[in-house]
């Protein structure tokens, strides 16, 4: 009875170590360099796409404080043209990211406070510190990816 035992104990867990697990990853960015973020959110994307193409399943967050907070900004106006143009683009990246690919985007709080980040995109979820999320989501088995 206790040989049927393990060895009942052994197949599940290699059945149970063989299922398909989402790839979970958070990308954090901080950083304020706009043309540096755009680049990872692009990448960001392929790496999607990639998994998609290879039948895997995935789970992305983005969280966006410090000086990467701008680019959450609703009201553009307050920023000069060629900023907001290119802030303008991330933003179409996120949404893309959001709407096709499935991607949380995650704004902290105490960051838009300090940048007086008046309003957000809706498809943008405003939470109260994002290290809070960094550690949550680490904690639950997401690889953390700095930008």
Same mark, same amino acid.
């Given at each position: 009875?206790?040989?049927?035992? *393990?060895?009942?104990?052994?197949?599940?867990?290699?059945?149970?170590?063989?299922?398909?697990? =989402? *790839?979970?990853?958070?990308? !954090?960015?901080?950083?304020?360099?706009?043309?540096?973020?755009? *680049?990872?959110?692009?990448?960001?994307?392929?790496?999607?796409?990639?998994?998609?193409?290879?039948?895997? !399943?995935?789970?992305?967050?983005?969280?966006?404080?410090?000086?990467?907070?701008?680019?959450?900004? %609703?009201?553009?106006?307050?920023?000069? %043209? %060629?900023?907001?143009?290119?802030?303008?683009?991330?933003?179409?990246?996120?949404?893309?990211?959001?709407?096709?690919?499935?991607?949380?985007?995650?704004?902290?709080?105490?960051?838009? !406070?300090?940048?007086?980040?008046?309003?957000? =995109?809706?498809?943008?979820?405003?939470?109260?510190?994002?290290?809070?999320?960094?550690?949550? *989501?680490?904690?639950?088995?997401?690889?953390?990816? =700095?930008?």
């Amino acid at each position: 009875m206790r040989k049927i035992f *393990l060895l009942l104990t052994l197949i599940f867990s290699l059945t149970y170590s063989q299922e398909a697990r =989402p *790839l979970k990853a958070v990308f !954090d960015c901080a950083v304020g360099d706009l043309n540096w973020i755009s *680049l990872r959110l692009s990448l960001i994307k392929k790496t999607a796409e990639s998994l998609i193409r290879e039948g895997k !399943d995935y789970r992305f967050v983005i969280t966006i404080h410090s000086y990467c907070i701008p680019i959450v900004e %609703k009201n553009l106006k307050k920023f000069p %043209k %060629k900023k907001a143009k290119k802030i303008e683009f991330i933003q179409s990246q996120l949404r893309t990211l959001k709407e096709l690919y499935n991607v949380e985007v995650k704004a902290c709080r105490i960051a838009m !406070d300090r940048g007086k980040i008046s309003s957000i =995109p809706e498809f943008i979820e405003a939470v109260p510190n994002s290290w809070i999320t960094l550690i949550e *989501l680490q904690n639950s088995g997401f690889a953390f990816v =700095p930008f």
